[in-house]
Structures are given as C-alpha cells and as structure tokens.
C-alpha cells in the first residue's frame, strides 16, 4: 500500500510499523522453550547435586564428620529451595485466552528479565549456608592438628573457587537480562 486513497491515514504516522501475522506467537512460543529447555536443564542438574550431596553427606557422617554431613544436608536443602524458586519465579507464564500474543510476550519477558535480575536472592542465596558450612566444617576438621589460620588458609582456594563460580553466574545472568531489556524495548516501539 504505497499510495494510500486518504492522505489523511499516513500524514500523522510516517514510521509505522507492521508486523507479519504470527510473529509474536512464533517469538512467546521460541521463548517459552527457551525457559523449558533452561529449567529442565537446571532441575536435571539439581536432580542430580541432590544425589551427589546426599552420597557424600552419606559417606562423611559414617567417617564420623558429622558437622560435615550437617553441611552437606544444608546444601541439599539449599538445592531443593533453588529447584523450588526455579518453578516459582522463572517459569513460563500460562497463556490467558483473554492476552492478545504481544501482550503474552511482553509479560513472559518482563518475568525473565526479573527472574535473572533476582538471580543472587532467588538462586545464589539459598545455597550460601550449605557452602559456608562444608568449608567451615572442613577447616574445623584440621584445625585441631594445624591450627585454625592454617586451617582457614587452607580452604580460601576452595571459597574463593565458590565465589567466582557465584559472581559468574550473577553476571551472566544479569546478562541476559539486559539482552531482554533490548528485546522489551524493540517490542514496545512497535506500539
């Protein structure tokens, strides 16, 4: 339509934009397995540390370490709380019949965008206790013989290995997260 019969319908909008039907149903329906890849990814993976944590915890208090059984037994709550907040925060939004596709899509990614914004007290937080405690008790454990600054020495590469593993998620996160700020705006300027 180059040459509209009313100049009346172009001259106040110049830039219009229009979408091709079906665009924003493919993009929800792109980003709603996006999401479902993600956290079944996520709940295989903490399927899995439950075990993990739960075979260790298993093999440290029958060593009679049981302060380092009660770290793991943390950590394996922490994972089921991280698993918990995964489908409470950031899970796909059920489609309502009454949102038209944009709008879906603009809230699917408005959830996203805050689920990994909140990535620290949501998915990084629940897991602190648990970790602090297993590195406490494994420094507790050799303090006796080696005293405790040595202790503690000895387990400061294993924390700081813990707090760069956590600052990367956060960032990586945050990350994303911007990317659909980008992906929001886009949408909003075709209003």
Request: net charge positive; aromatic share 8%; with cysteine.
């Amino acid at each position: 339509m180059t040459n509209p019969p009313f100049l009346q319908w172009t001259d106040q909008s110049q830039d219009a934009q229009f979408v091709l039907p079906g665009t924003f149903a493919a993009k929800s329906s792109r980003l709603e397995t996006t999401v479902r890849r993600r956290n079944a990814l996520e709940y295989g993976v903490g399927l899995f540390c439950i075990a993990a944590f739960g075979w260790v915890a298993w093999l440290t208090a029958s060593a009679g370490a049981l302060l380092m059984s009660a770290g793991w037994i943390v950590l394996i709550i922490g994972v089921i709380v991280v698993l918990a907040n995964l489908t409470r925060i950031a899970s796909n939004l059920e489609r309502r019949p009454e949102l038209d596709c944009r709008s879906h899509l603009r809230a699917q990614l408005v959830r996203q965008k805050q689920a990994l914004n909140s990535v620290t007290s949501w998915y990084l937080a629940p897991l602190v206790p648990g970790m602090v405690l297993v590195l406490g008790a494994a420094a507790a454990q050799v303090a006796g013989e080696i005293g405790w600054l040595k202790a503690l020495a000895g387990t400061a590469p294993s924390a700081m290995f813990v707090v760069l593993v956590f600052g990367a998620v956060r960032w990586l996160n945050h990350r994303a997260a911007r990317k659909l700020v980008a992906e929001i705006d886009r949408l909003d300027a075709l209003e």
